[in-house]
């Protein structure tokens, strides 16, 4: 075999880690889930990485959760198999974790791994903009806290510099009353990629909304949310007002933009998100 | 083991082996000097080839091109259209026009980058639509029954006529284990190992390609993870491939491909489209009722011609229909071509005419089965090309049995209710009633196939099983030891059964047409039942028997009249659903079925058979889907293409009627292809019986639903 050989590190400490980040580009490879994909090559020949190669996976570091302040805080290379184990992670997390590939791949794929891959369709998304997750990247320098719409820019684009490593998501508290939905709609019920994702926040208090959150995948380059519109919602009585509901339904008419491609069409994508939206905005079975 | 019951199940011979992860498949064959070929293919659907640049090739490094051919520049199937490389002219995205062969895959990747071939483009014909428009490229046609005139007078006088078209998709085998082939020089002979279900098609399109004789080839099959026709009429052309590069660079030279490889360029099921002509009575009875059937046959023949007589022949389902007359074509498309696939053109016409029953049904006013079952052919009548249906048929047992155990009048109530209160879920429930046509068509066994099978028993004693056909999965290492076994009295582990090699197996035929276990089964329990009967301890000895042809009325393919099969293995399948009426996701709920098989010759094996065929087909009516876009095929993966797993299937409810015929082992018949077929039809009933609503299509995908939701809720406010 005509094998170059890839530099690779794979360091005791997180610290070891990122002080190598600032001194080289590398590739960081977490679970390899989507690093492995991406470059694979024809039968028979190794993956490309031009980059050399730094693991992550194994820094206990990146492994902790736990509770700081009322806020969740998710190690990055905690794996899809982890977080369906622990007991801090939100049910609704859960509920989408099982629906994440199969147990193999949630055996290796990471929540970091998911957010920096950045892809329209990847199925923590969606929850992680409607709990207004918040990003730890670490480098040299100081820590760096940005939030999830921010940090990702389009498909495979991502707000991190070189030197830095998502270190941790923060989730901060959520009402323990609030209702919550997740909907991945794919085209099997295992080792599916979304046509379309959708998750949904609602808090109503004496009969009026409190709080409203909704994020689409899939029908855009990254996920569809809009406060503006969630703002509308709030303070209207609950259940609400058909025409309060058909303006927020109206409004996401007009910002989802799917494609066609492979998996589905346009026009599939978007009649089931705004389905999606309404049933969740009216659904007595749901609550 | 012996079982008092050859029914009962024992223990696969392969089993342990498979399991262990132990068998290696051809593409873990490694052998010293072993070079590997890729493929140049042709980037576009219709061209004529200008030149043909091939790069600067390392040391070590060849092309193999049809100049190397020694025979004729194609492949040896029924009609010499497909090209082994296509140097003149390219009529598909994929075609091989030459290969790259070398020690590194590496290099030969880049290298093919490096190739520059030329074309004058022509105009390609993408779609099926196109080419019915056209009509220009009609690979084979099939006409008979009723004369049209009187279908004509007969609607005239009929109270209406119910018009409808219906179209399939293509489906893809997905076999577990890609293609591969391996093609070994040796001094007096090639050899070619790889996955494959038929030796002699292989070994006959060599001998064509080489321009060789009969003893300087040697087929032998390995390790066959999965067939479903797939590895049919395929691993020819790969088969040539390799074989004609072996002898070029005297090396071994080894083809394999990854999935999405063999997802873009081999084989799938012809989409169709059909068109149902049928006059009703006053209370909806049928009068008469023409179908036409239009295959994509895409770019070349292959065996497209038998798999629409078979689409023909079975396009009246399990129906007495009074005067009917079928037409069929084969239409070329500059798309991959479509081949061999479980079930060979009978799943597009049970799932069309399965649909268009249910329609008339719902037009009649009846319940789509209780309307069916007026229509179900009974023994003695005469099939469609007048032959007659000799044996007896229990399908009104089936089908009341399965009724009872399901409670299906109260189960339907039960679905209509909660239908009302819930909006956004809904329960169905539909039916689907099917045949299939065991072996061969025709006088095809006798006239083309004329099966030989072997048994030898050497001085120690050991009996060894010698026929042409693979075990890709199915089991008939197993089943064919057990009959073997059963007639000389012994432990079925004591029959050898060695994977075959055309030096060493004569032809019993091609593992294909659900006649391996009746046709060569019945051959091998003859002749251990002569072995038996000549039985001389410690002496080696042969027994060798051929193929004898059943009388029945004589098939004419010509007139398509007569027995077009000698027997029928029948089935009832019930399935129900639950669909997400705002994504247009279907949940199969409970899947019953039940079988004439003539007898199980093994249950295990054969509940295997009901569980694969079952998930295959049911899929094939709503989940897979293949779409192809000017020439090319748009799924390259697994994931996008989207097959069943273990989490959208449920347990299948299965159930066997034996009805012994005496022309198979044991009272046994086919099952491989019927276990198939009324998967379809059966969730396309269950999903309309669910939202009320046609389809005229399958799969039937969420995308299709929810348009046609759309549809009906913007009629329900105009
Ligand atoms: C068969 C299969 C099925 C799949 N199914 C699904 C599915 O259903 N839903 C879904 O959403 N996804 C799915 N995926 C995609 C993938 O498994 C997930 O996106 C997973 O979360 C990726 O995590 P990872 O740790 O493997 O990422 P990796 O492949 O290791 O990394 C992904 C990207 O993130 C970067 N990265 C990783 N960790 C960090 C970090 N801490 N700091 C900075 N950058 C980092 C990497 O450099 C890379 O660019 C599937 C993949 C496969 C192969």
């Not at chain 2, 020819?236 to 873009?264: N, T, Y």
Request: proline share 5%; net charge negative.
């Amino acid at each position: 075999m005509v094998t170059k050989t890839v530099a690779s590190y794979h360091f005791d400490t997180l610290a070891e880690t990122i002080s190598k980040l600032n001194e080289e580009d590398c590739t960081i490879i977490a679970g390899g889930t989507d690093v492995m994909v991406l470059h694979k090559s024809r039968r028979g020949v190794a993956p490309k990485i031009a980059k050399p190669v730094v693991f992550i996976d194994h820094l206990r570091e990146l492994k902790q959760t736990y509770l700081e302040d009322g806020d969740l805080h998710i190690g990055a290379c905690c794996t899809y198999g982890e977080m369906l184990e622990h007991s801090l992670i939100p049910n609704i997390f859960k509920k989408a974790i099982r629906e994440v590939a199969a147990p193999a791949i949630r055996n290796r794929g990471t929540l970091g791994g998911n957010i920096c891959n950045a892809s329209p369709a990847g199925d923590m998304l969606p929850l992680l903009y409607i709990f207004n997750a918040k990003l730890v990247l670490r480098s040299v320098n100081e820590d760096r806290i940005v939030e999830i719409h921010d940090f990702i820019q389009g498909p495979r684009r991502i707000a991190r510099q070189q030197n830095e490593l998502l270190v941790e998501i923060i989730l901060p508290e959520v009402v323990n009353e609030a209702r919550l939905i997740f909907e991945k709609i794919a085209n099997r019920r295992a080792d599916a990629i979304s046509k379309v994702s959708f998750a949904g926040l609602l808090q109503v208090q004496a009969g009026k909304v409190a709080d409203a959150r909704f994020a689409f995948g899939a029908v855009g380059p990254t996920m569809v949310r809009s406060q503006e519109t969630e703002k509308k919602l709030l303070s209207q009585v609950y259940p609400l007002k058909v025409e309060v509901l058909d303006e927020v339904v109206a409004d996401f008419a007009s910002i989802i933009n799917p494609i066609d491609d492979q998996r589905s069409t346009a026009a599939y994508r978007k009649t089931v998100a705004l389905k999606l939206l309404r049933y969740f905005l009216t659904s007595k079975e749901l609550f | 083991m012996i079982t008092k019951d050859i029914s009962q199940s024992v223990v696969k011979k392969d089993h342990v082996d498979k399991v262990a992860g132990q068998l290696p498949y051809i593409s873990d064959v490694k052998m010293e000097d072993m070079l590997y070929g890729v493929l140049y293919r042709s980037p576009i659907a219709y061209g004529k080839v200008l030149s043909i640049e091939y790069p600067i090739l390392p040391e070590g490094y060849h092309v193999i091109g049809a100049e190397h051919i020694p025979g004729g520049n194609f492949v040896k199937i029924l009609i010499p259209d497909q090209p082994i490389f296509a140097n003149e002219w390219v009529n598909y995205i994929g075609e091989p026009i030459f290969m790259l062969v070398g020690k590194e895959l590496e290099v030969l990747y880049q290298l093919l980058d490096e190739a520059q071939v030329k074309f004058e483009e022509h105009e390609a014909t993408y779609t099926l639509d196109d080419a019915i428009e056209k009509m220009t490229d009609v690979m084979a046609t099939h006409e008979f029954g009723e004369s049209l005139q009187t279908i004509e007078e007969i609607g005239k006088k009929a109270y209406q006529i119910i018009e409808e078209e219906y179209e399939t998709g293509y489906q893809e085998h997905v076999y577990l284990e890609p293609q591969g082939m391996l093609g070994i020089y040796q001094e007096d002979e090639i050899q070619v190992q790889g996955s494959m279900q038929c030796l002699y098609y292989i070994k006959n399109a060599l001998i064509s390609a080489l321009a060789c004789d009969d003893d300087e080839v040697r087929v032998i099959q390995s390790p066959t993870g999965g067939g479903f026709g797939g590895k049919e009429d395929f691993p020819s052309m790969m088969a040539c491939h390799v074989a004609i590069a072996a002898q070029v660079v005297k090396k071994p030279v080894m083809l394999l491909f990854d999935r999405s490889e063999d997802l873009v360029v081999t084989t799938k099921r012809h989409p169709s489209k059909i068109k149902y002509k049928t006059a009703l009575d006053r209370d909806g009875n049928i009068l008469s009722m023409s179908t036409e059937v239009f295959l994509d046959g895409g770019a070349n023949t292959g065996l497209s011609p038998v798999v629409l007589q078979r689409a023909l022949l079975n396009s009246a389902g399990v129906y007495k229909i009074p005067h009917y007359h079928a037409k069929g074509y084969v239409l070329k498309t500059n798309t991959v071509p479509n081949g061999a696939f479980r079930g060979f053109g009978a799943p597009q016409s049970f799932a069309g005419l399965e649909s268009h029953m249910g329609h008339i049904a719902r037009i009649a006013g009846k319940d789509p089965l209780e309307y069916k079952r007026q229509y179900l052919v009974k023994q003695g009548e005469p099939t469609i090309t007048n032959g007659r249906f000799r044996d007896p048929i229990f399908m009104e047992d089936m089908i009341e049995d399965l009724l009872k155990t399901l409670n299906y009048k109260k189960k339907k109530e039960e679905f209509a209710r909660f239908n009302q209160q819930s909006p956004r879920f809904k329960k169905g429930i539909g039916t689907s009633l099917f045949l299939h046509g065991c072996g061969f068509t025709g006088s095809g066994e006798r006239d083309h196939i004329k099966a030989t099978v072997k048994l030898l028993k050497t001085k120690d004693d050991q009996v060894l099983v010698k026929i042409s056909n693979s075990d890709m999965g199915q089991g008939i290492f197993t089943t064919l030891s057990k009959i073997v076994a059963q007639e000389l009295g012994v432990p079925y582990e004591e029959i050898s059964f060695p994977y075959p090699d055309t030096k060493d197996v004569p032809d019993s035929g091609p593992t294909v047409a659900s006649r391996t276990t009746m046709i060569v089964g019945k051959l091998l329990e003859r002749a251990a039942r002569r072995l038996k009967e000549k039985w001389q301890s410690g002496v080696e000895q042969e027994i060798v028997e051929d193929y004898v042809h059943e009388e029945m009325i004589p098939w004419d393919e010509k007139t398509f009249s007569g027995d077009a099969y000698p027997a029928y293995s029948w089935g009832v399948n019930i399935v129900e659903v639950e669909v997400d009426s705002f994504t247009g996701n279907v949940q199969l709920e409970k899947i019953h079925a039940s079988f004439d098989i003539g007898k199980a010759i093994d249950e295990r094996i054969v509940k295997g058979q009901i569980d694969g065929g079952m998930a295959q087909g049911l899929a094939y009516g709503f989940m897979e889907k293949m779409t192809s876009k000017q020439g090319r095929i748009q799924q390259r993966s697994i994931t996008d293409y989207g097959p069943p797993t273990a989490m959208d299937i449920v347990h299948i409810e299965s159930k066997l009627y034996d009805n012994p015929y005496a022309g198979g082992p044991y009272g046994a018949k086919g099952v491989g292809e019927l276990t198939l077929i009324g998967g379809a039809p059966a969730v396309q009933s269950a999903i309309e019986d669910a939202l009320a609503v046609p389809f005229y299509q399958i799969p039937i995908t969420p995308e299709i639903i929810i348009e046609s939701l759309e549809k009906r809720e913007g009629e329900a406010v105009d």
